[in-house]
């Protein structure tokens, strides 16, 4: 948490002994669906390799 506080990618604040982390832009988020996007098709487009793979076995 501190590595990702001390790049501004969370912002944080503190209620007695609490600490609360927040996402510190929405485009953040963004970026991070749009990741988790292409990395599904990775995934996909491999699954599809492999069956194609086994299909000729």
Known sequence: MA???SK???L???EGV???YR???PRIIEACI???EVLMEQL???G???SRLNRLK
């Open 34 to 36: 749009l990741m988790r």
């Open 3 to 5: 590595v990702l506080k």
């Open 18 to 20: 609490t600490v609360y």
């Open 48 to 50: 599809r390799m492999i």
């Open 23 to 25: 996402i510190a832009s």
């Open 8 to 10: 501004g990618v969370i």
């Open 12 to 14: 944080s604040r503190r």
């Open 44 to 46: 996909q487009e491999k």
